[in-house]
Nanobody, 129 residues
Framework: QVQLVESGGGLVQAGGSLRVSCAAS????????MGWFRQAPEKEREFVAA????????YYTDSVKGRFTISRDNAKNTVNLQMNTLKPEDTAVYYC??????????????????????WGSGTQVTVSS
């Protein structure tokens, strides 16, 4: 029922910036916790950032804190990830995900990939040195 489509990936030099976006359709966007995950080749899918249904709460993995900003626009059914001061180790396929949230935003829950119900197909972000 819910479709998520990422966009905005590309190639950027280390220290540069990139913004990836996720457009949702087929559901009630404002009812979902939204998250960003990334996966590098031969590595596990890794949590990056999450945002609560109304945007009041956010949570980031330590490696991106202070560099990345997650935001959402419920009127446009979009969630964005602004990535600044990019590093080569940020290179990965970035996925957006949606979680049906019947309870309060919980950092122990939002970092877990298997707890998300819907996933996009990903967008490649490559950071060169």
């Amino acid at each position: 029922q819910v479709q998520l489509v990422e966009s905005g990936g590309g190639l950027v030099q280390a220290g540069g910036s990139l913004r990836v976006s996720c457009a949702a359709s087929g559901g009630t966007f404002s009812g979902y916790v939204m998250g960003w995950f990334r996966q590098a080749p031969e590595k596990e899918r890794e949590f990056v950032a999450a945002i609560s249904r109304n945007g009041a709460s956010t949570y980031y993995t330590d490696s991106v804190k202070g560099r990345f900003t997650i935001s959402r626009d419920n009127a446009k059914n979009t969630v964005n990830l602004q990535m600044n001061t990019l590093k080569p180790e940020d290179t990965a396929v970035y996925y957006c995900a949606a979680m049906r949230q019947p309870f309060t935003f919980n950092t122990g829950v939002v970092v877990t990939p298997k707890l998300y119900d819907y996933w996009g197909s990903g967008t490649q972000v490559t950071v060169s040195s």
